[in-house]
């Protein structure tokens, strides 16, 4: 399944940096797909570069482009289902970077 994973990441990824036209979506970021075990589902984790409504505008954007994404996955990946795709916000990277705030705000003195 990892290797499902990083190829439905790796072809999402590509297409939506290079064919999705849809204004709302900023600069993306996949990064991670968790698929199904019957390959019918794989939700898409997204980072975006902005603040929270530009988060929400790509959010929505990519919803929109849900046939689009799916289409394209189908054609080019040889699997027996194509996997409705369900767009999420990653939170880790904002967790990871609060970490990284509080332990740089902690200094060699605490």
Known sequence: MRRVDGT???????????QLKDP???????????TSQDL????????VLGDARARAESLAGLRSA???LQRH???????????????????????GMRISELL???GPDA
Do not use: M
């Open 40 to 47: 019918r589902h794989s939700s898409v984790y997204i980072s």
């Open 73 to 95: 996955l189908a054609r080019e990946l040889a699997l027996k289902h194509t996997p409705t795709l369900t767009f999420a916000y990653d939170e880790s990277v904002d967790r």
């Open 8 to 18: 439905v990441r790796a072809v999402l990824s590509d297409a939506i940096a290079t």
């Open 24 to 34: 709302r979506v900023g600069f993306v970021t996949v990064t991670a797909v968790k």
């Open 104 to 106: 740089d705000n902690e």
């Open 66 to 68: 849900q046939g689009f």
